[in-house]
């Protein structure tokens, strides 16, 4: 079956400074990757997606970029803030839809 | 425009009870996923279902594990003979039909402790 690794597992940054999470997948025919953020006690949500036929995608301050031959996916936060700590979960879909999911980045922005 | 729901929110019980999860899906949504949060870890799939179908229950362990999205009513996941390993937050998440089936929508969880 598939499987997600997701790195850093803890990551400190400054506010306004960039973060980056970095994620790779194992199986070929994975064609989803969304990304999610789950604050403490709640539930998680989904921040941006990208599918494979798309290298890049942006939304204001987060986008994901995507490698299919090397089979990782990142997410980059540009202009960190204080409301962006939070953890932050990679996934891959696939077959049937089902997500396997990273085992998550604890992101911590100082202000 | 409601969210995905689940009830409870918060469920205790002892070992060797009957754990029962509910989960209304987003209006419009016809895909249900269930997923097991450990502390300090990611989500874990349990299983996929559609209305009265089990699509994929391949995270789903073997025994005491069960779940069902009847025509009407909310997807249920239960567990019987609860055991202090199933402590854990569920989720359940919805998705819609068509090309966009893949987005899934999370519902805020039930924390389930066994004591």
């Known amino acids: 079956g598939e499987n997600v690794e997701q790195h850093p597992s803890t990551l400190s940054v400054q506010e306004g400074d960039s973060a980056v999470i970095k994620c790779t997948y194992s199986d070929s025919a994975s064609n989803y990757f969304p990304w999610y953020k789950q604050e403490l006690g709640k539930r998680p949500q989904l921040i941006i997606d990208i599918r494979s036929n798309v290298g890049e995608k942006k939304d204001q301050r987060i986008a994901v970029t995507l490698n299919k031959t090397a089979k990782h996916f990142s997410l980059h936060i540009t202009e960190t803030q204080p409301e962006d700590s939070a953890v932050y979960f990679c996934?891959?879909?696939?077959?049937?839809?089902?997500?396997?999911f990273g085992k998550g980045t604890m992101l911590l922005v100082s202000p | 425009n409601a969210g995905v729901m689940q009830n409870p929110r918060h469920l205790v019980r002892r070992r060797g009870q009957e754990a029962r999860l509910r989960c209304s899906p987003m209006k419009g949504h016809s895909h249900v996923y269930w997923y097991r949060q450990l502390p300090e870890e990611g989500l874990k799939f349990m299983v996929y279902l559609q209305k009265e179908n089990i699509i994929d229950e391949s995270g789903m362990p073997k025994e005491r594990f069960s779940a069902e999205f009847p025509k009407e009513g909310p997807s249920i996941l239960r567990i019987q003979q609860v055991v202090r390993g199933d402590s854990a937050a569920y989720f359940c998440a919805s998705s819609p039909l068509g090309t966009e089936a893949y987005e899934q929508y999370f519902g805020p969880g039930t924390r389930l402790t066994v004591t």
């Open positions: 996934a891959a879909g696939g077959r049937y839809s089902t997500l396997t």
